[in-house]
């Protein structure tokens, strides 16, 4: 079974590896392109992996999962968004998402937080199953990222701690 390791300043090239891996395996379900991040220098993986809380699933010295937490800035004080939650194909099924999930939670406990909030995806159906067995619920709220395509807007999802 893999371990649980929060990432600090110098696991970047980890974040690196797992994020571009589920960025070229399943682009859909991100706001972001692997095009994109994998011109990232490492100065700008520093600072991502500064900026937030990443947890990384290693199995035999390779990651296979990882997940960020975070406050944004406009969200209110005692939220911590949970972020960029991916699990390789060959690791799913296997409880690797609810221990990534629940070092979010705690992190976000200690960090002030009492809440943590997501967006997934409207058409992501296995992101929003797990989503709702890790408790989960639909808030109402959506995030448009297109005008011209409102059915495409991603639904945030909250728990409480």
Known sequence: MADIIQAHDDDWSLVREIRLRS???????????????????????RSRVQEAAWFLAIDDEVPVALVASRHEEDSPANERELQAMWVSPGSRKGGIAQKLADAVFSWASADGGDTVTLYVGPTNAPARKL???????????????????????????????
Do not use: C, H, N
Request: charged share 35%; net charge negative.
């Open 23 to 45: 960025l070229s395996s399943d682009p859909q379900a991100f706001g972001q392109s692997w095009e994109k991040e994998s011109a990232y220098d490492e100065a700008e993986w």
């Open 131 to 161: 989503y709702d067995a890790l408790g989960f619920t639909d808030t109402g709220d959506r995030w448009v990222l297109d005008e011209d395509d409102p059915d495409g807007a991603w639904i945030k999802m909250s728990r409480a701690l």
